[in-house]
Structures are given as structure tokens and as C-alpha cells.
T-cell receptor
Framework: KNEVEQSPQNLTAQEGEFITINCSYSVGISALHWLQQHPGGGIVSLFMLSSGKKKHGRLIATINIQEKHSSLHITASHPRDSAVYICAAEAGGTSYGKLTFGQGTILTVHP | NAGVTQTPKFRVLKTGQSMTLLCAQDMNHEYMYWYRQDPGMGLRLIHYSVGEGTTAKGEVPDGYNVSRLKKQNFLLGLESAAPSQTSVYFC????????????FGSGTRLTVV
């Protein structure tokens, strides 16, 4: 069993729909990262959170430490949101930023 | 532009050849990382550095060497490339060891034939 599980693996939506991607982790963490990767492209950090909720434009990330669960929401989705979204759990108590990555969620938003 | 720059972006090697991938950051970050990304495997840590002059092994270090002679540069070397090293390589950096943003490079797509 992977230490970081994402669901769904693939997600197709129509433009304007509200989207939720889930991430569950089994390790103790100091932070949870959400990353975005466009096809053939680099990786961009979207959020880094250790509690509560953060919002940036149409993107919202939440985390429940007790339940070891995080969600990434996209409101009013747009075709340019089509990308792979990756969550990564950062372990605490290490000498470096140890990230355990989920397998990614492939999001396709149709116009 | 501030960030992490990786060179080259693409490379094709023959089995047994050597090459060096360069990662440069201008954000004064202490921590630097090399990952490889393979289909179905996600991102895996190859080597990392917690400061100038230091390096350490990650999850999949075999077949790779690294050096961090200057704080801003982190080099990944393949001494004798193998087809199993065909992958997309990402460099990342961070200011602090925990709970701080990671900044990733745009990736290097390496094919070993």
C-alpha cells in the first residue's frame, strides 16, 4: 500500500464544473504539498499547508491532520486547468525535505 | 527570472556514455534535490544536498553521482548510462528543510538507447 494515495486517478470535467481531488496519507507529516504538472512540462508548487485551508484564485486546498486527508478543489474549472495534480507528504523530523509523492491525478477539462 | 534552471532540456545517449545534468538556482536555497519521474512510479528521490559541499543518497541513487561545489549549483552525473535510466529528471530546491515551498525546474528528458 502506498503511503500517499490520491483519488481519482483520472478525472474528466466540463468547463465550469467544481472539481475535487483527494489525497490520503499514512505517515506523520510536517506539511502537505500540492503540485501541478502540465503535459510535457515542469512542476509547479500550488500549495504547501500544515493545517486548515488555503486559497489562491480558483484553487482551494484543505487538510485534516486528524484524518490524514487533504483535498484540492478547483472552482469554475477551465480547460487550462487540464494537468496532472500531485500531492506530496513531507515527513517531519528529518534532516532534509523528505517528500513522499502520490501517483497523481490526471485532470482533463473539456470546453 | 528567479527560479531553478535545468540544462539540458532533452538528451539522447547511447548505452555506456556519460553525461552531466546541471541544476542552477538563484534563490539562495540551502536544500537541493534530484528526482526522476517514470510512468506509474511517480517521483523518486535520487540524491539530495543540505548545503554547499554536502550530498546524500535518496531512494534510487545507484548509477548516479552528484556534486554541490557551489551553493547555487547541483550536478547530477551518469557515468555509464543504461536504458533503465531513461526518464524525466527534475531538480528542486527549498530554503528550509521542513514546511517550506519546493521550487522545481522544468525537467530534463533523457533517453538512453
Amino acid at each position: 500500500k502506498n503511503e500517499v494515495e490520491q483519488s481519482p486517478q483520472n478525472l474528466t470535467a466540463q468547463e465550469g464544473e467544481f472539481i475535487t481531488i483527494n489525497c490520503s496519507y499514512s505517515v506523520g507529516i510536517s506539511a502537505l504539498h500540492w503540485l501541478q504538472q502540465h503535459p510535457g512540462g515542469g512542476i509547479v508548487s500550488l500549495f504547501m499547508l500544515s493545517s486548515g485551508k488555503k486559497k489562491h484564485g480558483r484553487l482551494i486546498a484543505t487538510i485534516n491532520i486528524q484524518e490524514k486527508h487533504s483535498s484540492l478543489h478547483i472552482t469554475a474549472s477551465h480547460p487550462r486547468d487540464s494537468a496532472v495534480y500531485i500531492c506530496a507528504a513531507e515527513a517531519g523530523g528529518t534532516s532534509y525535505g523528505k517528500l513522499t509523492f502520490g501517483q497523481g491525478t490526471i485532470l482533463t477539462v473539456h470546453p | 527570472n528567479a527560479g531553478v534552471t535545468q540544462t539540458p532540456k532533452f538528451r539522447v545517449l547511447k548505452t555506456g556514455q556519460s553525461m552531466t545534468l546541471l541544476c542552477a538556482q538563484d534563490m539562495n536555497h540551502e536544500y537541493m534535490y534530484w528526482y526522476r519521474q517514470d510512468p506509474g512510479m511517480g517521483l523518486r528521490l535520487i540524491h539530495y544536498s543540505v548545503g554547499e559541499g554536502t550530498t546524500a543518497k535518496g531512494e534510487v541513487p545507484d548509477g548516479y553521482n552528484v556534486s554541490r561545489l557551489k551553493k547555487q549549483n547541483f550536478l547530477l552525473g551518469l557515468e555509464s548510462a543504461a536504458p533503465s535510466q531513461t526518464s524525466v529528471y527534475f531538480c528542486a530546491s527549498s530554503y528550509s528543510k521542513t514546511a517550506y515551498w519546493f521550487t522545481f525546474g522544468s525537467g530534463t528528458r533523457l533517453t538512453v538507447v
